[in-house]
């Protein structure tokens, strides 16, 4: 197998923005999360048009933007030529994310 070296110092800029476009094609999933609540298996069975579950979240709170299943951002509900949309009010600092620091990851 061939040797990894240290990149030269110069070198630095030119490479991060080609691994950038590299890393700019892959898709990602973006998803909105209202509220989440746990429920037994006989109360899901019992489910039925019309039931209400009440979620773990106020209706006033911000939602969760995530991509692949980590929190990147907050927001709220818009509409949008008829279409539900989100308007992201809030972005969880890069660093953070980075670091994993305050993060929480649903699957």
Same mark, same amino acid.
């Given at each position: 197998? &061939?040797?990894?070296?240290? %990149? /030269?110092?110069?070198?630095? #800029?030119?490479? #991060? ?6 890393? $700019? /094609? @892959?898709?990602?999933?973006?998803? !909105?999360?209202? &509220?989440?609540? %746990? @429920? ?5 069975? /019992? ?6 579950? =009440?979620? +773990?979240?106020?209706?006033? =709170?911000?939602? /969760? @933007?995530? #991509?692949? &299943?980590?929190?990147? #951002?907050?927001?709220? !509900?818009?509409?949008?030529? &008829?279409?539900?949309? @989100?308007?992201?009010?809030? !972005? !969880? $600092? %890069? +660093?953070?994310?980075? $670091?994993? %620091? ?6």
């Amino acid at each position: 197998m &061939g040797e990894i070296l240290p %990149a /030269d110092e110069g070198a630095e #800029a030119p490479m #991060a923005g080609r691994n950038y476009r590299l890393l $700019a /094609d @892959i898709p990602v999933r973006l998803s !909105v999360e209202v &509220g989440s609540t %746990a @429920i037994k298996l006989s109360e899901l069975m /019992d489910l039925a048009e019309g039931s209400i579950v =009440e979620l +773990d979240r106020q209706s006033h =709170e911000l939602l /969760d @933007i995530m #991509a692949n &299943g980590t929190l990147i #951002a907050k927001g709220e !509900v818009v509409t949008v030529n &008829g279409r539900f949309g @989100i308007r992201v009010l809030e !972005v !969880v $600092a %890069a +660093d953070a994310r980075l $670091a994993g %620091a305050g993060l929480e990851r649903r699957r």
